[in-house]
């Protein structure tokens, strides 16, 4: 659906020199044709958004809470020997809530990140950019915990912008000392989690009672993302999703004139007027949805890229039609279809498109994933000639490589399949041993009687654990002279 205003274009504003001019600039609302954030001589302008309240602010804090918790919980919550998500990066394995992947594994993670895709481009085309409101880590983070020590330590819109224009007093600089100490501790400790996802709580905890020079990558790692996360927290803020995320432009393409978005009805609305104007619409024109929009836009110019979604002004909005004894939903949840009287339809070409997408992909995922096997095999052959000719035999040598993905030792059991008679092998005649999530690597050696080799064949490898629960298998080519040489070089 292409972007696009639901209201008339705003009268433009007299001349520069006109009387009145500079007054009438201060009350403008939000443009359409700039972005919200850069004023007329290109300067940055702060954001402010004021508290909303409602039943989609609520929602949406529990929902960030939760979100949160997650976060802060998956290094901790344990799943066997392993915590629920942990990407062992040094012992090249990734525990995924009780499965293991090795390195071999991670085709498989296709699958999980094309399934994400499409499942946001199914939720965008239904929803809008819900994601976006209420799931990005972006906004969870700026708006429900460095927004709200910031309204702690600073007051409500008001005290802030306030703040912004006061001298430099005591007062002054301890509050703004309190708050930017506080999003440094807050950042620091979103990159340490975000660090235990890659070493675990116990050696974390062991880095940061040591000396930096120990373990002085993590200690860089740690370092460079606290600063990034105060740069974007503290300064950046709502810039990150309208400069830098490309998501606000791909929704054009995205979504139709039936997707879910929030916008304002304009035909209830129009023309504006303050109460008891004769003749206007249920707007009363008190900028609220201005003030409490975190990207600082005014949602009855239309969809626009910098709107993420929140619902802020849905609930501002709600409250003042509350307080003027008028009907709530002039800014709403709604389709283009919707707030043109028309029927919304959430079956169509793109959701089906979307939806048969991801059910195949989801199959295929599913498939893929249930051939797992809680060990790897891989046969390689030796770096020295491909074989070897002796007055007795051809023989080849291979490196067979065995990975336990288990979290205990298993006994492993390799044995040649469909072996003609005379053929030797040598290595795995008895079981090997691998330890909890371990490998073993040995040499397996095969030799076959110079009268018997008839030329190049391929030979099948099985591998059982000793209690027989699964199977691997794998093949190698045994490599060898042409046989009528090798019998004329016998004859001499």
Known sequence: MPIRPLTPPPTPPPPANSPGSAQVRRTLSPNRNTVTTIREDGSRRFLHPADAKGVFTLARRASAW????????????????????????????????????????????????????????????????????????????????????????????????????????????????????????FSAGIAHLFLAYFVSIPDLWHMMRTAPGLHWSSFVFVFVATGILYFNFAWFREQLCIVVCPYGRLQSALIDDHSLVIGYDVNRGEPRGKLHTPNAGACIDCNRCVQVCPTGIDIRQGLQIECIGCAACIDACDQVMVKVNRPTGLIRYDSAEGFAGRRTRLLRARTIVYSVLLLVGAGVGSWAFSTLRPAEMSVTRMRAAPYIVDQQYVRNQYLVRLINKRDQPTRFILRPRQLKPGIITRGFETTVEVGPLGEEVRPYIVQVPRGQYAGTFTLMLQVTDEPRTFTLNGEVEFLGPDPELLKEDGAK
Not at 78 to 89: E, K, N
Not at 118 to 142: D, E, I, K, M, N
Not at 143 to 164: C, S, T
């Open 66 to 185: 939760v979100l949160i918790g997650v976060y802060l919980l998956l290094p901790w919550v344990r799943v066997g020997q392993y915590p629920a998500v942990f990407f062992d990066v040094g012992a090249r394995r990734f525990h995924l809530f009780g499965a293991t992947l090795a390195v071999q594994d991670l085709w498989l993670m296709f699958f999980v990140i094309s399934g994400l895709g499409f499942s946001l481009f199914l939720v965008t085309s239904l929803l809008g950019r819900v994601w976006c409101g209420w799931a990005c880590p972006q906004t969870v983070f700026l708006d429900h915990v460095f927004r709200r020590f910031e309204r702690l330590i600073e007051g409500d819109a008001p005290q802030r912008r306030a703040l912004d224009t006061a001298p430099w007093t005591l007062n002054k600089i301890l509050r703004r000392s309190i708050k930017h100490a506080g999003f440094i501790l």
